[in-house]
């Protein structure tokens, strides 16, 4: 043990002489977990995927959000996107193998994501709908900077992957070693650090469209 | 008067700043009761939040060992600190193994607090602050006036100016959306190119042995994972033991500080790059800091250590939306920075901010962990009595106060001489000066009293109901 653990822990012991058992440690935070259910703010009340879609496009998150059928329709909604927003045609497109085997003809597909990307589409490991969020896993075909690059960032989510409350999130990979990153994102960036007023596209994408996938 | 009256007085006369202060915190209380407003749960998640953070601080040992286990299990590489200055040893040394010519940092409170700017500065590394308020007060070379907004102190007429001076192609500046993108595209290309990236965490997961940050910007991603080497300064007050509970300190922190539900960006950081990932660092070392905190357990401060650092006691406290954060001339101002400083730099030197505090109970009402703010502070005022600190003049004055206020009917017959003698000084029911309130007086009008005094008052309407 370092000197400088040893000295932190001989002045905890000091304050706290008699750490209790492992036992009676698990048996409070039980007690402690049993109390959150009351807590959650009380509105996943529908489908969770409607909820999310609602929450996703209120004020406070402010994404803009679409509902397609299948996978398959996903670059016909990029299109769109991107020609209502008067952007190159030319995307970076996260290196899943879901959005590889579809067809993107039309558009430009990269793979690899610029500092000053214009376009990035992706894949979210899932929702959340109690706060309109979205959750990525670093991974080989999902990595982090895809989230934090470009300008806009188009993102599609399975519907049967939106979790209704924080918890069931975390529920779904208790006693699982986490990615190196688990990124919740919860709207564009932005930031109210001058007079505190919210100002989109701080350094992270200045915009956040959704893509809500039925099956 | 003391360093810390002279600081008021400066504070007090400065109209920019009171702008400035007004303009945040107005937005931030306004923002933050909407949240909790549509939270009817709020009460009780709070108690749960503070029964949370106190298990965790009770069995601190516990969790502290187990969070060491689990991110050594995930290729992290944890040190311990007990002081600043070794924390910050310890940082300097991890960059000059790295070989790190430029360094980027994404805000962190406990940076600030162990003077980690100013040793890697100190150490001939280029600093990159990217959260835009650090950003700002970098080029201004000022140090954080809050907690959550460390620019506060400047209103956007003077931000535009500072960037009109320090950026690079700055275009227009006239709005805040221009001034932002301006930070964005000066620091875009300074993100990729560090060789470190620095963060603090708001969060400790024990069983996971990650960690958490909160930002809106974006900034301490864009930080942590492009550089090869991610370094965490975190107090080892700072965990929770599980995901499950990080979840309910976030509803309250983020609520509590901006008013949003969960910030953009909540992101949890587990260990190095894994294997096939293509972005990341090969390097992930966590500091984790004592710097007065298990003093602080020591010395009857325990419940201070449920601090989630969100601001909202400062936001809400009167003495703070008159001077500012600076005037108080330590890391953390306002409440609960009122508390936590005479612990960690001694009362001698800070008695005067236990003193700032009108003890309306505002900061301990809204504090999301419910620590009992004015009961701390009046422990530091007794204790700066009881220690012999207390100046000449107040200790005076109590002494006076204590001597009337044993003998209830001189202390009738004195409040009946004030009452008669104050409307003198009056002009249209208001004091603007008199003897001995030119404390009060230079900075406001005092109110003429009116009506007698309070038992005379109280005698008047009982004889009124006995009738």
């Known amino acids: 043990m370092s000197n400088a653990k040893a000295e932190i822990f001989a002045a905890i012991r000091k304050s706290l002489p008699s750490p209790s058992s492992a036992t009676n440690i698990a048996e409070a935070l039980a007690a402690l977990r049993n109390r959150v259910n009351p807590t ?17 496009q209120s ?15 996903l670059p016909a909604a990029v299109a769109r996107y991107v020609s209502k927003n008067n952007l190159p045609p030319s995307i970076a497109l996260q290196p899943h193998p879901d959005l590889q085997g579809l067809n993107w003809s039309g558009l430009h597909i990269h793979h690899d994501i610029a500092t000053d990307e214009p376009v990035a589409v992706g894949l979210a490991l899932g929702g ?44 779904e990979f208790v006693g699982q070693t986490p990615p190196r990153n688990i990124n919740f994102v919860t709207g564009a960036s932005g930031t109210t650090d001058i007079e505190g007023t919210l100002v989109r596209g701080a350094h992270g994408p200045g915009w956040l469209h959704i893509i809500l996938v039925e099956q | 008067m003391s360093a810390f009256q002279g600081r008021v007085s400066s504070a007090l006369a400065d109209a920019t700043l009171k702008i400035a202060i007004d303009r945040t915190t107005n937005t931030a209380r306004t923002k933050r009761a909407a949240a909790i407003g549509a939270w009817p749960e709020f009460a009780e998640a709070r108690e749960l939040g503070r029964d949370i953070k106190d298990h965790v601080i009770a069995n601190l040992e516990y969790y502290l060992t187990q969070f060491e286990a689990n991110a050594i299990k995930t290729g992290a590489k944890v040190h311990w600190a007990r002081t600043g200055q070794e924390a910050c040893e310890i940082v300097v040394g991890i960059c000059k193994a790295a070989n790190a010519k430029s360094v980027t940092r994404s805000k962190s409170m406990l940076g600030e607090e162990i003077g980690l700017p100013h040793a890697l500065e100190a150490a001939g590394i280029e600093r990159v602050e990217t959260d835009l308020a650090e950003h700002i007060i970098q080029l201004a070379g000022e140090k954080p006036s809050h907690i959550i907004w460390p620019a506060l102190h400047k209103t956007r007429e003077q931000v535009g100016e500072l960037f009109r001076a320090n950026h690079t192609d700055p275009g227009a500046l006239a709005s805040v959306e221009q001034m932002v993108n ?13 060789d470190v990236g620095i963060s603090g965490a708001n969060f400790l997961i024990a069983d996971t042995g990650g960690i958490c940050t909160v930002t809106n910007e974006g900034n301490a991603e864009l930080t942590t994972t492009p550089p090869r080497v991610h370094i965490v300064t975190v107090g080892i007050e700072k965990l929770v033991p599980s995901m499950t509970e990080a979840m309910t300190m976030l509803r309250l922190l983020v609520r509590s500080a901006t008013g949003a539900e969960l910030t953009q960006y909540t992101t ?56 500012g954060g600076h005037a108080y001339g330590s890391t953390y101002p306002g409440p609960m920075g009122s508390v936590i400083t005479p612990s960690q ?4 030197q800070f008695q005067d901010l236990p003193r700032a505090c009108t003890l309306n109970g505002q900061c301990g009402e809204v504090c999301p962990v419910a620590i009992p703010l004015p009961k701390l502070i009046r422990g530091w005022r007794t204790k700066a009595w009881v220690q012999g600190y207390e100046p000449a003049i107040s200790k005076t004055a109590l002494l006076l106060w204590r001597f009337l206020a044993l003998r209830p009917g001189l202390y009738q017959f004195a409040s009946n001489i004030a009452l008669r003698f104050m ?30 005094t309070f038992l005379s008052q109280y005698k008047a309407k009982h004889r009124k109901a006995a009738k």
């Open chain 1, 40 to 56: 959650r703010p009380d509105r996943v009340n529908g489908a969770p995927d409607e909820v999310f879609l609602a929450r996703v």
């Open chain 2, 423 to 452: 409307p003198i000084f009056a002009r249209s029911g208001w004091i603007a000066k008199m003897p001995l309130a030119g404390g009060w007086t230079t900075y406001r009008d005092l109110p003429s009293p009116q009506g007698g």
């Open chain 2, 345 to 348: 730099d001694g009362i001698e």
């Open chain 1, 59 to 73: 004020p406070g998150v402010a994404a803009s959000a679409e509902r397609i059928a299948n996978l398959d329709n």
């Open chain 1, 128 to 171: 959340i709908a109690e706060t309109g969020t979205l959750v990525f896993h670093s991974q080989p075909h999902s990595p982090t900077l895809f989230a934090f690059l470009p300008l806009h960032h188009i993102v599609a989510v399975y519907a049967e992957t939106i979790w209704p409350w924080l918890e069931d999130y975390t529920a």
């Open chain 2, 268 to 323: 949890f950081h587990t260990g190095p790059k894994r294997p096939g990932d293509l972005d990341g660092p090969e390097e992930f070392h966590i500091v984790l800091v004592d710097a007065g905190r298990t003093k602080m357990l020591a010395e009857g401060l325990a419940e201070m250590l449920r601090c989630l650092r969100c601001g909202a006691c400062m936001n809400h406290c009167v003495v703070f939306r008159q001077i």
């Open chain 2, 182 to 194: 301006s930070a964005r595209r000066n620091l875009r290309e300074k993100f990729m190119a560090a």
